[in-house]
Structures are given as structure tokens and as C-alpha cells.
């Protein structure tokens, strides 16, 4: 897990890992709640802040989001959310001279300060906080650059601007601007923000008896050692009590086919389209550029939601679940009017919490396992989506050598190419949209970091075999379910 603090993530994972123990025990009860908050911080001293109270206070929040509930009532159907007692700690966004100042003769920053709030002192300029208006103009006008503005990390990294402060300096979440891309979770050096874990009610449906598949996004191959396959984490998984595994990548394949039609009819008539794949640039495009959403979006549901259909379609009444590097596809599960989708999302860390409780180690197998086609195992990565739609065209005999794509990858290509194309002055004729960048192996909750997956990824893909998509897709009845969000049939 690519973090600020290593030990911040293990902590969380040992919360998620124990939860899930309860609940497999069926006694995720407040009584055990509470003796499992004094089990994970004992005291007397604290381990990481002011003392035991808070740091108790703080797992009981963790407790509740691991047991997929709120820890704000505000937060209703938000799945990223703040851990307020956390949240505390975190200094205020401010402007501060530090100790390149000079004291210069001239002292432009005090007289570029409208509001009086630079002083000098003994060594240096110092800024009363209390009449700081947080302008900005006393750090441009320093010839030194000794004064600097410091920027709360989940503020910076949110692509949206969906993150403010209350008057207690407490991170406050615009539910009407956040997209759920989860980038501000592992970015808070004090992991005061999280999201909800849907763990809790996918052991109850194992223990109910239900048949549970687990759906492993394309980016899951190289996420850990080389030999560590999908055919090792679906063993795993069955281990755990689902009934199979299903790679989403198969998904990939069923959606490229899906929106290599939309594009082709859409290049016939010059119509600019963009993927609806990654749910944190659909949430983008629904928030904030709506008339692009109704407008210019893919009709085509994701992979994962492509793949659950089908599962549901050949296995009726089975629960569906997600498991990759993103955080916004929670919020695509819990998504209402998307019928058929995957029911549960969980990341990598939370599988792995949900394997420890149950003992269940990721070990390599003898056996293989490939469902999808090379071009839906790269669904993974920015360009992927692009090249497995075009492919799909050219398998279909059609000409592609005039279509230009742009490959959105981060939140700030996403942002300029949908402003461009809301301005009418988009050059290209598609977009494809990741606001992850790098494509989905750069996700929030990704498990190494990306050199080293990209290195294990291509040793697994040198494996598998060459197989066309639609030929792939001709094993599967494709005509027994819609690739639509809106569920009509072709």
C-alpha cells in the first residue's frame, strides 16, 4: 500500500481484519465493539496521538466505516467520509515565513499587505494569523521566497476542489463537488480520511449461503509477487467461502465491443464521445459537466457492471463483488439507478483483511486461469480502453486510421479535456477518461508501488494467450443481457 505512513495503513487493515473476525463469529455486537477498541489500543500510553481517549475515539469511528456505516449522519450515501477526532491534528492552511527570511531593508511583504498582518521580528517577518487574509500577495512579492503557503495535502491532490474547512479547521467534504476518486484518502499524513467497507455484508451473505462471486479488476495482475496469478488469488478466494472468480477483464473485452459500436456510429455522424468506464470520471462528468453527460457519454456500462450482468443472468439471485485499486467503485455499487452492477466493491487492503480473517494466505498455484483477452487485461492502464475499442473495429473489417482519442489519465487531463469539449474546441473525436493517473494500477488503494506492479503485470501477461475479443466474447451469450445502463437490449 503506497502511503504517507505505512503503519497507518497496517493499522487500518488490522481494524478492517479484526471487524470482519466479529462478524464471521456473529458478535458484532457494541459489547464486542467496545472490548475490541480497548483490545487494539490497550494503553496506557498512546501510539500515535495525545493520549489513549483520543486514539480510542478514533478506532471507534474506524470500527463503524469497517462495518460499512456512517461516521457523520451528513454523510448519508457518502462513501468517502472524515474521521473528525483525526481530522484535529491536521495544522491549519496558512501562509509562513520561514527562516530564509532576510529582514530586508525594503520588506515588500509587509507593504504589499493590505491588511497589516506583517511584523518583524528579531530574525525574521512573522504574519499575525488573526489578520492574514491567506491572499497570497506578501509570498509573491518576497524576493527570497522565504515566505510559503502551507496547503493540507487532501485539499491539494482533490481534483474537483471538493475539499474545505470548517471554522474548527476540520476537513469538510462537498458531497455536491466529490467524485469518490478516494486520491485525498491516502494522501492525509493522519488517515482522517476513509471509506466505508462493504466486507461486513459480504461475509453475511457467505455465512447466509449465498453464492458470491468475486470480480478481480484487470489491475489486480502484478499487484503483488510475479507469481502470484489471478488462478492464486481466485484459490484464495474460494478458500474464503466464494463460490468462484471471475476476471473483470472479461468485462473489458464486453465493453470495448459495447463502445466500439457507439463510436462508430458517433464518427459517422461527427459526434464527440467520451468512455463511461472509470465511475470517478463519470461521477465527474454527472456533477460537474452535466450537459456532457446526457450528452457526449458512452451509454456502455463498465466492465465490472458488464461482467455482473452476466453472472447474473447465467447464476440468478448471486451477489456480485468488486475487487480492485478503486475507491469510486463503491460508490458505483450503491449507485441506485444502475441496475445489475456489482453489489459490493472491496479494495485490495480490505481483501486482504477479509483473507486474515480467515487465516487465508495468497499463496502461487500449479493451475492457470484466463477469461479475457489480452486487450481486456489492459483495461489496467491509460490507453487501454482506447486500444481494445479500436481493436474491436478493426476485427469488425472497419477503417480506424482516421480516429483521434484523447487519453485523459489524472484528474487535471480529465478536467481540460471535457472543458475543451464543452467549449466546442476539443481536437479530438473521443475521450477516454481516467482520473487515476496512469489508468487504474495508479488507483488510490493500489498495493505496490507502480514500477514495481508494471514489472509483475508484463511477467503475467507473457503468459497469457493471444485470443481476439470477439471471438472471446462469442463463448458467452452476450445476447441474454444489456451492455446499456439504461438495460435495453440491441
Not at 458517433?266 to 456533477?287: I, R
Request: hydrophobic share 35%; glycine share 8%; proline share 5%.
Amino acid at each position: 500500500m503506497i502511503t504517507n505512513d505505512a503503519s497507518i495503513v497496517e493499522f487500518k487493515h488490522r481494524v478492517i481484519t479484526e471487524v470482519c473476525r466479529l462478524a464471521w463469529e456473529g458478535r458484532l455486537d457494541e459489547d464486542s465493539k467496545n472490548e475490541l477498541v480497548k483490545k487494539l489500543i490497550p494503553g496506557p500510553k498512546p501510539n500515535y496521538r495525545c493520549c489513549i481517549y483520543k486514539e480510542r475515539e478514533i478506532v471507534r469511528d474506524r470500527i463503524r466505516l469497517a462495518a460499512n456505516q456512517n461516521v457523520d449522519p451528513n454523510m448519508q450515501g457518502m462513501v468517502v467520509q472524515v474521521i473528525e477526532p483525526a481530522c484535529q491534528g491536521c495544522p491549519p492552511a496558512s501562509y509562513t515565513v520561514t527562516d530564509n527570511c532576510r529582514l530586508c531593508m525594503g520588506k515588500p511583504c509587509s507593504r504589499s499587505c493590505h491588511f497589516g498582518a506583517l511584523y518583524a521580528g528579531r530574525s525574521r517577518m512573522h504574519i499575525d494569523a488573526e489578520k492574514c487574509k491567506k491572499c497570497g500577495q506578501c509570498a509573491a512579492a518576497c524576493p527570497y521566497g522565504a515566505i510559503v503557503h502551507l496547503v493540507r495535502p487532501c485539499q491539494t491532490v482533490c481534483p474537483v476542489s471538493a475539499i474545505s474547512y470548517d471554522e474548527n479547521d476540520l476537513c469538510v467534504i462537498d458531497r455536491d463537488k466529490c467524485i469518490e476518486c478516494g486520491q485525498c484518502i491516502h494522501t492525509c499524513p493522519y488517515a482522517a480520511i476513509a471509506s466505508r467497507v462493504h466486507a461486513v455484508d459480504i461475509i453475511e451473505h457467505i455465512k447466509a449461503g449465498h453464492e458470491v462471486y468475486a470480480l478481480c479488476a484487470p489491475a489486480t495482475e502484478g499487484q503483488y509477487e510475479k507469481d502470484i496469478s489471478m488462478a492464486a488469488i481466485r484459490a484464495a478466494l474460494k478458500k474464503v467461502g466464494f463460490q468462484d472468480m471471475v476476471e473483470v477483464g472479461l468485462g473489458g473485452d464486453m465493453t470495448a465491443a459495447s463502445e466500439a459500436l457507439e463510436w462508430s456510429e458517433a464518427y459517422k455522424q461527427g459526434k464527440k464521445m467520451t468512455t463511461s468506464c472509470c465511475p470517478a470520471f463519470v461521477n465527474m462528468l454527472k456533477k460537474h459537466y452535466p450537459k456532457l453527460y446526457e450528452e457526449n457519454m458512452s451509454s456502455t456500462v463498465s466492465p465490472v457492471c458488464g461482467v455482473s450482468r452476466y453472472l447474473k443472468t447465467v447464476r440468478p439471485g448471486c451477489v456480485t463483488v468488486f475487487i480492485g485499486p478503486c475507491i469510486a467503485k463503491k460508490s458505483e455499487a450503491e449507485d441506485p439507478d444502475l441496475d445489475g452492477n456489482a453489489d459490493y466493491a472491496l479494495t485490495y487492503g480490505e481483501m486482504g483483511s477479509l483473507l486474515a480473517s480467515r487465516d487465508v494466505q495468497l499463496v502461487p498455484v500449479e493451475e492457470s486461469y484466463q477469461e479475457a483477452s489480452l486487450f481486456g487485461k489492459r483495461f489496467a492502464h491509460s490507453g487501454g480502453v482506447t486500444e481494445a475499442v479500436l481493436e474491436c473495429m478493426l476485427e469488425r473489417g472497419e477503417d480506424v486510421s482516421g480516429i483521434n482519442v484523447c487519453r485523459a489519465s489524472g484528474g487535471a487531463e480529465c478536467k481540460k479535456a471535457l472543458t475543451l469539449l464543452r467549449a466546442g474546441r476539443l481536437p479530438e473525436d473521443f475521450i477516454e477518461g481516467m482520473v487515476c493517473e496512469g489508468g487504474c494500477m495508479g488507483g488510490p488503494s493500489k498495493h505496490r508501488a507502480e514500477s514495481e506492479i508494471k514489472k509483475a503485470r508484463q511477467s503475467l501477461l507473457d503468459k497469457a494467450d493471444g485470443r481476439k475479443v470477439l471471438e472471446n466474447l462469442s463463448h458467452y451469450p452476450m445476447d441474454q443481457f444489456s451492455m446499456h445502463r439504461d438495460g435495453k437490449m440491441d
